[in-house]
């Protein structure tokens, strides 16, 4: 690594010899001129980008949002990690069932209220310490806005106030989820089980995680 410094810019990293050609005193006093023209602007939207930028309401499905669930569920492929189909009895079955999570998320940001855009279904496994996602699914509208990462943080905060002591989860790839190929290892989950056809994962024990900066809950009910 180099330092150098010239007209007040600092240079930091490899040099070579053809370095001298590009940053010549005009191109270094061109960006020194750049810096006091815009650098506090520069620092102040990045600042901005630091704030809450999405509210969402996570809250438990029920009879006002159970329909909307359930057409997710059947149309969702890309941000879907079983791609499970679910009837609407069958989605209120596991409403209905003991220990179950069932989670819709609402978004909000500068557009709008975006409605329901994420789905997480969990059911007890075979005992009361275990619980088992079902499903796990998003709209593509919200895809690259940490919206995964904030449904995650509600689901472990509600399975926090049970006995739940492991989660069980499962990848079962199509032609269109490969981008969420990897989310579970991201969550921090153990793989268990691997082949062509699916992979098991193992979360244990069961740990809360903060939610993403940019993203303010504002409610965990959906009234």
Known sequence: MTSLVVEELEIVGP????????LSPDACRFVVGL????????????????ERQIEIDAGPVGETTADR?????????????TT?????????????????????????DKFGDQGIIAVLLAVRGGDAATLVIDSFLMSCRALGRGVEDALWA????????????????????TAKNNIVAGL???LGLQRMEHNSSSTRYLLEPV???EFPS??????????
């Not at 506090?40 to 939207?45: D, G, P, T, V």
């Not at 669930?69 to 990690?81: C, E, Y």
């Not at 940019?214 to 965990?220: D, F, S, T, V």
């Open 69 to 81: 669930v359930t057409q997710l569920i059947n149309k969702t492929n890309q941000f879907n990690l």
């Open 184 to 186: 579970y290892d991201r």
């Open 15 to 22: 040099m070579n010899s053809r370095y001298a050609e590009i």
């Open 214 to 223: 940019w993203i303010a809950l504002k409610n965990e009910t959906h009234e």
């Open 154 to 173: 509600a689901m472990l905060r509600r399975v926090d106030r049970q006995s739940v002591q492991r989660l069980q989860a499962e990848y079962i790839p």
């Open 35 to 50: 810096v006091r023209k815009f650098g506090a602007r520069r620092e102040q939207l990045l600042a901005r980008r630091k």
């Open 207 to 209: 740990t809360s995680v």
């Open 84 to 108: 499970r189909r679910h009837s609407r009895t069958q989605v209120q079955t596991m409403l209905e069932s003991t220990g179950s999570i069932a989670l819709a998320l609402r978004l909000r």
